[in-house]
């Protein structure tokens, strides 16, 4: 969070019990306490930091397997209440999905899937504003995408790279609100890659899975 607190919300426990807890990490004092919990437990969902320092929790799944039950709710983590607050519904119940803040302050939801994980990944992104609390539809992806979690970038010239999730990385174009597939000459792994800014304006994308392949040591650098 912007005070250098660290959020840590769901995910799962022992058992594969699903988690609704919360608590922030303070860095400071090398220690966590526990905060208000969610109002669901949540596993797969995403986490944004908006430009007035709450945290936007959206999507993920509840139960597994056959009684999995994927989320289109979502809620914001206040840090001067220290608890959550149900905010508007995603347009599709989406987990194993991606976000990232734009330059507008507005959140890109990208991609995910449904119960049926690469067999039923999406194409569809959606708009989050907080403003409003409203999701609205945003542009098509040019590839269906799925876990790809903190591997999408926004870059200097405002433009959004969506680095992992699919053997090719697009970037959603800040003028056209479009996105561009971006041929890379050897294929993504895709699937839990890894991918940050670099300091000259490029980025690196490194390892993952994916696209009939296991666990790969390449890396990849883009150039905008």
Known sequence: MRDGRVLIAGGVG?????????????????RAERVASMSVP????????LNDGRVLIAGGHSRRRAAMRLYTSAEVY??????????????????????????????LITGGADERDDQGAYRSTEWYDPRTGVFSMGPVLTRARYKHERSSLRMQNG??????????????????????AIRAGTPLAGQFSAAARLPNGRALITGGYGNGEGPRALAWEYVP
């Open 42 to 49: 949540r596993e797969s969902h995403v986490a944004v930091t």
């Open 14 to 30: 022992p058992g594969w019990t699903l988690l609704s807890s919360a608590e922030l990490f303070d860095p400071t004092r090398g």
């Open 78 to 107: 206040d840090p001067a209440l220290q608890r959550f607050t149900r905010t508007g519904d995603m347009r599709i119940r989406r987990h194993k999905h991606d976000a990232v803040r734009a330059v507008d302050g507005r959140v």
């Open 159 to 180: 433009d959004i790279l969506i680095a992992g999730g699919a053997a090719e990385p697009e970037v959603l174009e800040a003028k056209t609100n479009r996105f561009r």
